[in-house]
C-alpha cells in the first residue's frame, strides 16, 4: 500500500512541451514507463513527445486516455489556470511544481476548489514519489528505496535528505509528499499525516517543516490525540532573522506565529521526536526500529 | 517588494483614499516655500525602513524656519530605527505634509491569513502604535474581519470596519468607503499587506490617511508594471539586488560563514547548522535547481564581496542538480576569481556526487570536503576560527 500514487494513476503532464515539462516527463516515464499516459499543451495537440500522445486539453486527456492524475510544469502565469483546468476536469490528483505563482491567484484557487473532489499538492514542489511504483515530479528517483516510511516536506532538497538517510537506514519509503513552499498551498502536513495514518504500510512518519504559520502545528496536535506510530520531526530556519522571507514565500516569521524555537517545542511537546539537524533523521528514525 | 510613503499616499489617492497634499524633496531647495504655503507641517524622511519617528526622521515644524531646520536635520542623516541595524539607513528624500490638528488616530490594515486563505481586513482605534505592542497588551482592541475573496469586500464589510472604529454618521460613511477601496486597491495591485497608521479625523471633523505602508507579492510583479517602476534600489541590500539579477535567492546577514546550498529548505537548514556548531551564518543563498557552472561562479562573487566573510561552506544535495557540475562550477569560479584566502568546506551529496568529489581531488584548489551537514558545519565553523 501506498498513498496518493499507487497502481491506478495514469498522469497527463499539463505543460509538457516546455523545457521543464519535457525534460522531467523523459526522468518520470524511466522510472515507470507506464505511468505517464498523456500531455497537454493547449494549441498543441495532435502532436507525440518520445511516444506520449499530446492533447489540447485536460478534459480530452481525460477522454482519450483515462487520466486521473495530473502534474503541472507551466510557468507562473498560466499555472492557476492549469489548476483549474485539471479540478473541472475532476481529476482526482494535480501535483503543481510551478514556483513563483501570485498569492492571490493561489487564494482564488483554492477558493474555487473548495466543493471539487480533487486534491491539489504544491504548488512549488518536488511532487510525490511511492518508490516502486510511480514517480510525479522531479525529486531524484535513485535515492528512493520500496519500505515503511512516510515522509512529509515543504521543501524539496530537504526531502531528499531524508529519503536518503531513511533508505540507507534500510527502512525505506511508501510514499514521499512535497507539499511545496508557499503559503497557500493545497495540501498542508495535517492532510498527509491522516492518510499516512490510514494506510496499514507506513509504519512511521518523518515531518519536515518550516519557520512561519503554523501548519506543522496542526499536524502535531492531531498526531499527539490520534497516531500511535513513530514520528520524526524537523525544522528549518530557526536562525532566520523575523521579517525575512527565506527563498520560500511562506518561510517567514509574522506576526502571531511561534517563532522557530517555540514550533520546535510545540511539535517535541506533542511527542515528535525532533532533530537538531538533518543529518539526523535517519539515525532517530532508526531508534524506533531496533 | 516595498515602496516610499510618499508612493504610498499617490496610491491611496488613486483609489480616492483621502490623504493630505504632498511634496518630494531631495535638497533644501523650495522646502522654505512649500512650508510657508503649509503653515505649520511634517517633515518626513523617505526610508522604507519602519519606526522613522522614533529614530528622529519625522518631526513636526510649527513654523517655516522649523521647517528648513528638521529638513536640514533629516536630510543626509543616517536614519536608525529597530529595523535598520545600528549603522542604520542613509536619507536622502523627505516629503513635507500639512500638520493637521488631530483628534483621534485609528488603524487600518489588510494581509492574507494563511490559516483561513482569505484576506483579513484589521481595524483598531489604537492607530498611530506600533500595531504589534497593541496585538500583544490590549488584543481585545483589534478587529479582524474576514472578506471571502470570490464574494469581494460588500459594503456590510465596510460598514463592520467602521463599528470596530467606534464610527457614526458622516465619518463611518467616510471610513467604511475607505476600507472597501482599499481592498480594492490590496487585490488590483498584488498587495501582500496594505497598512494605513494612522487614518486620523481631525479637529475639523475631516478624515485622512496620513501614513501607509505597503508591500506587494513578489510572484506577481510580473504583471504590475507601474508598480516595478516606484521599486527604489538604494533602500535595498546592494548584494541582494544584485543577487536577483541573476535569479539568486540571496539574502545578507550578519555573521561571518558565508554559505552556498541549492533548495531553500536546506539553505535554511545550513544555517541553522552554522549556528548550533558556534558559526554565525553570513547569508541565506539558494542557487536553485539550476546550479550550472555559470550561476556557481556569480554566486560565488555575491559572497566574497561581504567584506564580513571568513569562510565558505557549499552544500549540495544532487537531486536533478548534478554534483560533477557543481564541481565544475566551484572549480572554474575560483579560477576566474583569483585567489580566495578563505578556508572553503565543500560537502556534495546524490547525483554523481562521487564523479564530483574526483574532479575537486584532482583540481588544485585548497578546500575540506564532509560527508554529512553536521560535519561541514563544524568543520567551517572550526577553519573560521583559526
Known amino acids: 500500500m501506498a498513498i496518493l500514487v499507487t497502481e491506478k494513476t495514469r498522469v497527463v503532464v499539463q505543460g509538457i512541451t516546455g523545457s521543464q515539462g519535457a525534460f522531467h516527463t523523459g526522468l518520470m516515464k524511466e522510472y515507470s514507463s507506464d505511468f505517464v499516459v498523456a500531455g497537454v499543451t493547449p494549441g498543441k495537440g495532435g502532436q507525440e513527445l518520445d511516444g506520449t500522445p499530446v492533447y489540447n486539453s485536460v478534459a480530452e486527456a481525460v477522454r482519450e486516455q483515462q487520466v486521473n492524475t495530473s502534474v503541472i510544469f507551466v510557468p507562473p502565469p498560466f499555472a492557476a489556470d492549469a489548476i483549474l483546468e485539471a479540478v473541472d476536469a475532476e481529476l482526482d490528483l494535480v501535483i503543481c511544481i510551478t514556483e513563483g505563482i501570485p498569492v492571490l491567484d493561489m487564494m482564488k484557487v483554492k477558493h474555487a476548489m473548495k466543493d471539487s473532489k480533487t486534491r491539489l499538492i504544491g504548488p512549488n514542489c518536488p511532487g510525490v514519489i511511492t518508490p516502486g511504483i510511480g514517480k510525479i515530479g522531479i525529486m531524484p528517483a535513485n535515492i528512493h528505496s520500496t519500505g515503511k516510511i512516510g515522509i512529509i516536506s515543504r521543501s524539496g532538497t530537504l526531502t531528499y535528505e531524508a529519503v536518503d538517510q531513511i533508505t540507507k537506514a534500510g527502512l525505506g519509503q511508501t510514499t514521499c509528499v512535497g507539499i511545496g513552499g508557499d503559503p497557500i498551498n493545497g495540501t498542508q502536513h495535517l492532510d498527509v499525516v491522516k492518510m499516512f495514518a490510514e494506510d496499514p504500510a507506513t509504519e512511521g512518519i518523518v515531518l519536515i517543516g518550516e519557520i512561519g504559520g503554523d501548519a506543522e502545528e496542526q499536524a502535531a496536535l492531531w498526531i499527539k490525540e490520534n497516531y500511535k506510530k513513530p514520528v520524526v520531526g524537523f525544522i528549518a530556519g530557526l536562525t532566520a532573522p523575523p521579517g525575512k522571507r527565506m527563498g520560500h514565500a511562506g518561510a517567514i516569521v509574522g506576526g502571531g506565529d511561534r517563532t522557530g524555537q517555540e514550533k520546535v517545542a510545540y511539535l517535541e511537546d506533542c511527542g515528535i521526536k525532533m532533530v537538531q539537524s538533518p543529518s539526523d533523521i535517519g539515525e532517530a528514525m532508526l531508534t524506533f526500529f531496533n | ?386
Open chain 2, 1 to 386: 517588494m516595498l515602496i516610499h510613503e510618499y508612493q504610498a499616499r499617490d496610491l491611496f489617492a488613486q483609489y480616492n483614499i483621502p490623504v493630505t497634499e504632498r511634496k518630494v524633496f531631495e535638497s533644501i531647495e523650495g522646502v522654505k516655500e512649500y512650508a510657508t504655503e503649509l503653515g505649520q507641517c511634517v517633515v518626513k524622511a523617505q526610508v522604507h525602513a519602519g519606526g522613522r519617528g522614533k529614530g528622529g526622521g519625522v518631526k513636526f515644524a510649527p513654523t517655516p524656519e522649523k521647517a528648513v531646520e528638521h529638513a536640514n536635520n533629516i536630510l543626509g542623516m543616517d536614519l536608525v530605527t529597530h529595523q535598520t541595524g545600528p549603522e542604520g539607513c542613509h536619507v536622502s528624500t523627505i516629503i513635507l505634509v500639512p500638520g493637521l490638528d488631530i483628534a483621534k488616530e485609528y488603524y487600518l490594515a489588510i494581509t492574507i491569513d494563511r490559516a483561513t486563505q482569505c484576506p483579513y481586513i484589521i481595524a483598531s482605534t489604537e492607530g498611530g502604535m506600533d500595531i504589534e505592542e497593541v496585538a500583544e497588551s490590549t488584543p481585545e482592541k483589534i478587529a479582524k474581519i474576514k472578506v471571502d475573496p470570490s464574494a469581494g469586500c460588500w459594503p456590510y464589510i465596510g460598514r463592520k470596519v467602521a463599528e470596530a472604529l467606534e464610527l457614526e454618521g458622516k465619518n463611518a460613511r467616510i471610513v467604511a468607503g475607505i476600507a472597501q477601496n482599499l481592498y480594492k486597491m490590496f487585490i488590483e495591485k498584488d498587495c501582500s499587506i496594505v497598512e494605513v497608521n494612522p487614518l486620523v479625523v481631525t479637529e475639523q471633523d475631516e478624515v485622512y490617511a496620513i501614513d501607509g505602508k505597503v508591500n506587494f507579492d513578489s510572484n506577481a510583479l510580473y504583471r504590475q508594471k507601474d508598480i516595478v517602476a516606484l521599486r527604489d534600489e538604494k533602500e535595498e541590500e546592494p548584494l541582494e539586488v544584485e543577487a536577483s539579477k541573476h535569479d539568486l535567492a540571496y539574502i545578507k546577514l550578519d555573521g561571518n560563514v558565508a554559505c552556498m546550498v541549492n533548495g531553500a529548505g536546506l539553505a535554511m537548514a545550513t544555517m541553522d547548522m552554522i549556528q548550533i556548531s558556534g558559526g554565525s551564518p553570513a547569508n541565506f543563498l539558494d542557487v536553485g535547481g539550476t546550479a550550472t557552472p555559470a550561476r556557481v561562479e556569480e554566486a560565488f562573487r555575491i559572497l566574497l564581496k561581504d567584506p564580513k566573510v571568513e569562510g565558505i561552506l557549499i552544500n549540495v544535495f544532487g537531486g536533478i542538480v548534478r554534483c560533477d557540475l557543481v564541481a565544475e562550477g566551484v572549480i572554474t569560479a575560483v579560477k576566474n576569481i583569483g585567489n580566495i584566502d578563505l578556508p572553503i568546506v565543500i560537502r556534495l551529496s546524490g547525483t554523481n556526487s562521487t564523479e564530483g568529489k574526483a574532479l575537486l581531488a584532482e583540481s588544485d584548489l585548497t578546500f575540506e570536503t564532509a560527508d554529512s551537514l553536521n560535519e561541514a558545519a563544524a568543520k567551517i565553523v572550526a577553519a573560521v576560527k583559526k
